[in-house]
Nanobody, 121 residues
């Protein structure tokens, strides 16, 4: 059974940082492209970042480029998302997904239960 368990969210002030983690099991993590997506209250699911199987290629939309960094540990089977220069508009539930790019937004994509990030002064 595929399991994705996110952690690391919390309340942070504008300009602050957080590091999200996604512990995975039940599939060949090292052979799976992985992504982060987020959903703010009242808004649609939004793609945040994707990383290739080996971790050498990463992709981010312009809205988070140079602020969010995705990485992975293929030994520990953990996916990470470093969030820097956080802004109130980054407030959302963040999910890791066993998918690449826009495929992570599909209803059938496998995602975890999410971790809440709240940016507020």
């Amino acid at each position: 059974e595929v399991q994705l368990v996110e952690s690391g969210g919390g309340l942070v002030q504008p300009g602050g940082s957080l590091r999200l983690s996604c512990a995975t099991s039940g599939f060949l993590f090292a052979k799976s492209a992985m992504s982060w997506v987020r959903q703010a209250p009242g808004k649609e699911l939004e793609w945040v970042s994707t990383i290739s199987t080996g971790g050498t290629m990463t992709y981010n939309p312009d809205v988070v480029k140079r602020r969010f960094t995705i990485s992975r540990d293929n030994i520990k089977n953990i996916l990470y998302l470093q969030l820097d220069s956080l802004q109130p508009e980054d407030t959302a539930m963040y999910y890791c997904a066993k998918a690449s790019g826009s495929a992570a937004l599909r209803p059938e994509s496998v995602r975890g239960q999410g971790t809440q990030v709240t940016v507020s002064s």
